[in-house]
């Protein structure tokens, strides 16, 4: 798998309009430009970045266009103070990019607060959102996670370098299963590690409100739906898994064991196969 350098390299970067400010946001893009289906579009949660997806995409883009980007305020995109962060504005980034790509309809996969905004967007959007999966993801009121809320407060804001790296390092080892790969977590780290990524990172999880969870109508989402879950999970349990699965109108659930949190990471060639499969429409 490609290092966070290489995947760096290889995205691209355009500037949309959210919420009356000008914001770059970088995207990596890969697959076949001719399709005759709709992209498939990757959404990352928090404290990750696009990089999250670097064991599926390659998969996927044997097949499909997709598009991974990174949120405003996450990875390659812009950084700087004086935005929205939360998963509504994120929701508005995502509707703002594809326009931009002159895409109008899309698979989505999404994976922790990008679920959120997943799935958002698919209940104001039905007509776009030919399938989505999603995997691990906020809904209702599963969130923010004790993590995440810590990373909001001020006192995080003032930690030393070396401590927040130290505080990542146990969100994304803990957040495995099993050993993780040390290129996996440097490369989810190494935006936060500067002076403006220290700074965005707390700006990212003060933007962190459930009441964009649960004001979803959820029975708007019309999309057929995979949960695509690493069961071992406690950050958001399979029982949300389960919960989405009797609200939404066509829903399959899709446990993945030896996986927690980080299942694109941990399972990733399964993840792949699976979702593989649920896009051709040739799941058994």
């Known amino acids: 798998m490609v290092d966070h350098e290489t995947w760096s390299e290889r995205q691209s970067a355009t500037t949309v309009a959210v919420d009356g400010h000008d914001l770059e946001v970088a995207y990596h893009e890969d697959g076949p430009g001719d399709s005759d289906e709709p992209p498939v579009v990757f959404v990352h949660g928090i404290p990750t970045w696009s990089f999250l997806w670097r064991g599926v995409v390659p998969t996927i883009a044997e097949d499909r266009r997709t598009i991974a980007p990174d949120m405003v305020g996450y990875g390659n995109s812009a950084m700087h103070?004086?935005?929205?962060?939360?998963?509504?504005?994120?929701?508005?980034?995502?509707?703002?990019?594809?326009?931009?790509?002159?895409?109008?309809?899309?698979?989505?996969?999404?994976?922790?607060?990008?679920?959120?905004?997943?799935?958002?967007?698919?209940?104001?959007?039905?007509?776009?959102?030919?399938?989505?999966?999603?995997?691990?993801?906020?809904?209702?009121?599963?969130?923010?996670?004790?993590?995440?809320?810590?990373?909001?407060?001020?006192?995080?804001a003032a930690l030393e370098r070396d401590d927040l790296e130290e505080r990542l390092d146990a969100a994304f080892v803990e957040g495995a299963y099993g050993e993780a790969d040390p290129a996996f977590v440097a490369g989810m780290k190494a935006p936060w590690l500067t002076d403006e990524g220290h700074v965005s990172l707390v700006r990212d999880a003060v933007a962190t409100n459930t009441n964009h969870t649960t004001e979803i109508d959820y029975g708007a989402i019309s999309a057929e739906t995979l949960l695509l879950w690493g069961e071992d999970d406690v950050m958001q349990p399979y029982e949300y898994a389960e919960r989405l699965a009797d609200e939404l109108s066509s829903a399959e659930l899709a446990p993945l064991s030896e996986a927690y949190h980080w299942v694109p990471e941990d399972r990733s060639d399964a993840y792949a196969d699976r979702l593989r499969e649920f896009l051709a429409g040739t799941e058994t």
């Open 81 to 156: 103070d004086g935005f929205d962060r939360s998963i509504r504005a994120q929701e508005a980034m995502l509707e703002a990019l594809l326009d931009d790509l002159d895409v109008d309809r899309v698979a989505l996969v999404a994976h922790d607060i990008g679920g959120g905004v997943a799935l958002r967007f698919a209940a104001h959007n039905p007509e776009m959102v030919e399938r989505l999966v999603l995997s691990n993801a906020v809904c209702y009121d599963s969130w923010p996670v004790e993590f995440v809320s810590n990373l909001g407060l001020p006192k995080t």
